[in-house]
């Protein structure tokens, strides 16, 4: 190359060569963002799940047998329901309600989100607006029967509660 006033220095290749060094930067350059892009999709799909699981872990450890005082008396409902008396037992320290239940009746649960879900004790099954819920000390209970950790003096009782009276 000529240097001097009228012509400028090039320093870099002109030319067909040029032309193919560039194209191949730019194959390379793309190989190695779409490896970049596999990669962090790859992380993702890994990631996800595994935040999905100790999210779950930690929820349950934090619901698993947490000791709940008994709650207040809820508010009568209106319209009222009707109510069966199922089973009634006394609470024991360190057992949960559904622990008791399970050791003193015939009972089918379901899993939910929430814990065991009890739709059935001794052939009495909870459908078509009918449910089994549980009270402690004549209160219904406001957490799962998976969860409620009884004393001993408290009286557990399992109710079928009925649609609303019209």
Request: hydrophobic share 40%; aromatic share 4%.
């Given at each position: 190359?000529?240097?001097?006033?009228?012509?400028?220095v090039?320093?870099?290749?002109?030319?067909?060569?040029?032309?193919?060094?560039?194209?191949?930067?730019?194959?390379?350059?793309?190989?190695m963002?779409?490896?970049k892009?596999?990669?962090?999709?790859?992380?993702?799909?890994?990631?996800?799940?595994?935040?999905?699981?100790?999210?779950?872990?930690?929820?349950?450890?934090?619901?698993?047998?947490?000791?709940?005082?008994?709650?207040?008396?809820?508010?009568?409902?209106?319209?009222?329901?009707?109510?069966?008396?199922?089973?009634?037992?006394?609470?024991?320290?360190?057992?949960?309600?559904?622990?008791?239940?399970?050791?003193?009746?015939r009972?089918?649960?379901?899993?939910?989100?929430?814990?065991?879900?009890?739709?059935?004790?001794?052939d009495?099954?909870?459908?078509?607006?009918?449910?089994?819920?549980?009270y402690?000390?004549?209160?219904?209970?406001?957490?799962?029967?998976?969860?409620?950790?009884?004393?001993?003096?408290?009286?557990?009782?399992?109710?079928?509660?009925?649609?609303?009276?019209?």
């Amino acid at each position: 190359m000529m240097t001097g006033s009228h012509f400028p220095v090039c320093h870099f290749p002109v030319g067909r060569m040029a032309d193919r060094k560039m194209a191949d930067r730019k194959i390379a350059d793309r190989k190695m963002a779409d490896r970049k892009m596999a990669d962090r999709k790859m992380a993702m799909k890994t990631a996800l799940p595994i935040a999905a699981l100790a999210l779950s872990l930690t929820l349950c450890a934090c619901a698993q047998r947490a000791s709940v005082n008994a709650p207040k008396a809820a508010p009568a409902a209106t319209p009222a329901r009707e109510e069966r008396l199922v089973i009634a037992y006394a609470g024991e320290d360190g057992k949960t309600a559904l622990e008791l239940l399970k050791s003193r009746a015939r009972v089918r649960t379901s899993s939910s989100q929430l814990g065991e879900l009890v739709e059935e004790i001794n052939d009495v099954r909870s459908d078509k607006g009918s449910y089994l819920i549980y009270y402690i000390n004549g209160s219904m209970a406001k957490t799962g029967a998976g969860n409620y950790l009884t004393r001993t003096g408290d009286r557990i009782e399992w109710k079928l509660i009925g649609p609303k009276k019209n």
